[in-house]
């Protein structure tokens, strides 16, 4: 069976501020994916981010980057600088590649995160 | 860019109330899903689409039914709505049923069941 915890429910910083959301995640599998989302007040999921298992490399986009370490099976999610449009709950995602998973995904708790001017 | 609508953003219902949540997706995705939302349990799959009249229960499928008779819609029925079912809900789609394939969410729909 599949896991996801973040481990962090809440999280609140002033603008600026650079703020990492934990994603540890449990499979045996050996290939998988993992996402990150993000769900603003709105209430719609936008997709962030996708790294299958074989790719340990780190991704920046602007003021996002991303941790992935197979080691401690944790994608971490860093936000530099962060702004008040950050305000969202953050959503970490494992996906396994067996025939019977027909592309569902195993969704961490999420974290929110309050960006205060 | 990928579209999800669903029917209402906000529905409010009586207990025993039969309910039904639509969702439509415009892009030709094969999969669709339905998930509930609630505070500190993150999202929870209620039923899954992997194809036209294809269905496949989740993890909390107790309590409800889905209709999937074309490609772009997928319906969530309560049969008979109870308050323990007072949550937003969202649909899904994902173009294949490949792990790779990224999820589409539509906007949700609170519902209150009273």
């Known amino acids: 069976a599949q896991k996801v915890t973040q481990a962090q429910t809440e999280i609140s910083v002033v603008e600026k501020e650079d703020v990492t959301l934990d994603c540890v995640y449990e499979?045996?599998?050996?290939?998988?994916?993992l996402f990150w989302y993000k769900q603003p007040p709105s209430g719609e999921l936008v997709f962030l981010i996708r790294?299958?298992?074989?790719?340990?490399q780190n991704e920046i986009s602007g003021r996002y980057s991303w941790n992935f370490q197979k080691s401690t099976s944790s994608f971490n999610f860093t936000i530099t600088a962060s702004q008040v449009v950050d305000s969202a709950v953050y959503f970490c995602?494992?996906?396994?590649?067996?025939?019977?998973?027909?592309?569902?995904?195993?969704f961490g708790d999420g974290t929110t995160l309050t960006v205060k001017p | 860019d990928v579209k999800v609508t669903q029917s209402s953003r906000y529905l409010v219902k009586r207990t025993g109330e039969k309910v039904f949540l639509e969702c439509v997706q415009d892009?030709?995705?094969?999969?669709m899903f339905w998930y509930r939302q609630d505070p500190g349990l993150g999202l929870r799959l209620i039923y899954f689409?992997?194809?036209?009249?294809?269905?496949e229960k989740g993890d909390i499928p107790e309590g409800y039914s889905v209709s999937r008779e074309k490609k772009e819609r997928f319906s969530l029925i309560l049969e008979s709505a109870s308050t323990n079912q007072t949550s937003m809900y969202l649909c899904?789609?994902?173009?294949?049923?490949?792990?790779?394939?990224?999820?589409?969410f539509g906007p949700g729909t609170r519902l209150t069941v009273l």
């Open positions: 899904a789609s994902s173009l294949t049923g490949e792990s790779a394939d990224t999820q589409y």
């Open positions: 499979t045996r599998d050996t290939t998988y994916y």
């Open positions: 790294r299958n298992s074989f790719d340990e």
């Open positions: 995602a494992l996906s396994v590649d067996y025939n019977t998973n027909a592309g569902k995904s195993t």
């Open positions: 892009m030709d995705h094969e999969n």
């Open positions: 689409s992997y194809d036209v009249k294809m269905k």
